[in-house]
């Protein structure tokens, strides 16, 4: 009887064709998927992941390469390698690598932060719907070596582009090269383009890189698959058919002591060593034994969970030795579209809420081909970081499978704790000892962080200012002053404060009303921007604000993780000035407390993107002078109405209030100083506490009132955030564009007198000396202020068609006072 190939179903309407060995398509069928980056999914039927498959099967496919790998390096070089797996789908299939390696200790990758256990590198998958890869091992010497770094060896499901792997060796290469990378795969499904790459790359890095496979092929997809692909998704999402579940719902029973060895890991998340393996074989047949009297008769699945695969499969391993008929799976993340035709390699899917408290927040988790499978016992296999409320709650994985068999065994394996240090101290990062650099200067010897009430309004929990306070010395001068002293090069704009603007009456209602008006609008971006650093930069970021307008950004930040997922991330806020770069001694504090790869710069808005690029500048100088590598100079903005980022909350250009005020809404600080008799080398920048506003403070209320907003947009931001993670988000600088026309088109030939953006217009009222505002044509009420402001200074509001933001500030050209502009037209300050 012929058996219909299961990937027939994609490859008739789609026309996607698999060729290559004649093993392949045993090896692999064909699903479709919603992704933006590939619509076809490769489905492997050795995985364990998404096709219940017998565990022999599934550990002898990895047991097989790695005994090869062995072979190819010989067991003097395969004592000193470490085997990588990649998260989600390869944790098991690694790990069996591993196991016929038998001499190298086991690591993967994983999605799970690790309070206490410091990230020893992290990477990015470039087609997978969820990207971010940590690496976290108990001991980071198994990546680091001790200077005799044995082979490498990486493991992923399937070798395509390519691009995961090479990525993750250069990473990894950067920090602790090696002579020697093994790639290891069911599958080499490269392009024709892409077979030179390896050659190509292993002559770049100067190491040797090898390939062993289980088959080799190639995908052909036809023009136009992509948009294809994901319009057959969206006709067959909406009629898609639910499994019919049982009469009766199965019972659910736990299996409390299964007898897994006391420090064994249940898996490669922090290591897993020979002498692990050893101790795990020897305990597999009594942990049988054990299960055997719970399961009904009949069909066996033992179900893991996502990253879980080994633990389930050698359990898998033991129960299939024991005579048991069994297949084994693992539930996943990865959500694919089911269609019950014999053609197709899904046929049923269970849906069911994540139960283990993902870092990237709740969602939705699968469990593919286990309806209508024929099972009648699932033993659902978990680490007790997964056994929660969620877990047994109505609609939850085990509800959901009771649905579709006769019972559920339930199945806890202790999740490991690495033994690093008592679980109350902070959690340690891998970091530079600090030294002192050439001028004596040193990370220990800089002071603690400022904090409120001492230093500011804030809470002291909220911000720590890596800043000296300049208090006691006089500092403000007249506008009109700074601004001929800045304009001649007679000073630097940094080297004193503007006279702080008291508002009147009128401003101060405008203000609350503005507040009121977009408290929502403002809450909505303060999600999006924060569930996009915990998604794509870190889950436990180190927020810096720049200094003073990002700093009631990584407040509501800060509370926005808070209020969503219970995180309490650190908040600090430092200085940069135009021209001179970012405090470098703040910096070096920073790295000597915190990894410097968690730390997430975050600023209000971008204007021209001056800041940005300085920024950028700024942390290489800094980077190629101390040695210190992993700073991101992405800055993470509320408002990119610039384009200038790739990580905001909005690129509308609207009315932030915060703008509208200077340190009354900013905990009473000044803008940061730099002056060289004040702020000496081994020094912070300075600011400024203006304890005698406190009267007309209004910082705390700024985010009170917007944090009372969270749970109302909370739905909004989930749905943004999905949608901005698989969008294009390259900065295209249309706002430096734009500011480069403007200063031509003005006769003002300096984009640094030029400021776009309510937020940047404002700060031109209340601190330069402006010359004139462009409006744009139908700006509503995001410019009441400006229009008051403007009025109170006797400067001119010009509406302007087709501006690229709501407003323009500029300031006045080659000011003296007294002066004219570029028009000729004096300005007469008021």
Known sequence: ????????????????????????????????????????LLVSNVLGKHVPQRPSVVWRSGHELGVRVRELLGDEAAARAVVLGYAETATGLGHAVADGLALAPYLHSTRRPVEGVARAGGFEESHSHATS?????????????????????????????????????RALHELHARDHYVIVALVDMRSPGDQGRLDAFAREI??????????????????????????????????????????????????????WPDGVPDGG????????????????PAMAERLAPHLADGRVLVLGNEELMYAPLRIGTALEAAGADVAYSTTTRSPVLAVDDPGYAIRTRLVFPAHDAPADGPGERYAYNVAGGG??????????????????????LLERVAEHVRRVVVVVIPSYVPQLVPQSVPRPVSRPVPQADSQGRSSMSLPEPLRGPAFSSYAPDEV???????SDVTLEAPTEEREEAIQSGGAHYAESLPQEYQPSAQYQELFHAALGASAARIARAVGVVTETVLAERSPRPVLVSLARAGTPVGVLMRRWARHRHGLELPH?????????????????????????????????WTGKGAITRELAAAIREFEDAEGVAGFDPEIAVLADPGSCVRTYGTREDFLIPSACLNSTVSGLISRTVLRADLVGPGDFHGAKFYRELAGADVSRQFLDVVEERFDEVRDAVDADVKELLGADRAPTWEGWAAVERISEEYGIHDVNLVKPGVGETTRVLLRRVPWKILARAGAGADLDHVRLLAEQRGVPVEVVDELPYSCVGLIHPRFTRGATGADGTAVVAK
């Open 1 to 40: 009887m012929s058996t219909v190939w299961s990937g027939t179903w994609v490859a008739e309407r789609l026309g996607v064709e698999l060729t290559g060995d004649r093993e392949l398509t045993g090896l692999l069928g064909l699903a479709l998927r919603r992704n933006p980056k590939r619509a076809h």
């Open 133 to 169: 890869h940590l690496l976290l091992p108990e001991d980071p010497a198994l990546l680091a070596g001790d200077g005799d770094q044995g082979p490498l060896v990486l493991v992923d499901d399937e070798f395509s582009t390519g691009n995961t792997v090479l990525n993750t060796i």
């Open 206 to 259: 100067g190491a040797r890189v090898d390939l062993v496979v289980a088959a080799r092929g190639t995908v052909r997809l036809p023009e136009g698959v992509l948009d294809k692909g994901q319009a057959l998704v969206a006709e067959h999402e909406a009629t898609a058919v639910v499994p019919e579940p049982r009469r009766e719902r199965g019972e659910i029973v736990r299996v409390d002591d299964l007898g």
């Open 269 to 284: 998340r922090h290591g897993f060593l020979p002498e692990h393996r050893a101790r795990l074989e020897q305990a597999l």
């Open 375 to 396: 099972f009648d016992t699932a033993v659902v296999v978990l680490d007790s970081v997964g056994d929660t409320r969620e877990l047994a709650a109505p609609g939850g």
């Open 464 to 470: 720590g200012w890596l800043l000296q306070d300049l």
């Open 572 to 604: 600090y806020a430092v200085s940069i000035v135009r021209g001179r770069g970012i405090d470098a001694n703040a910096l070096r504090w920073l790295a000597a407390h915190h990894d410097p790869a968690d730390v997430v710069f975050v600023d209000g």
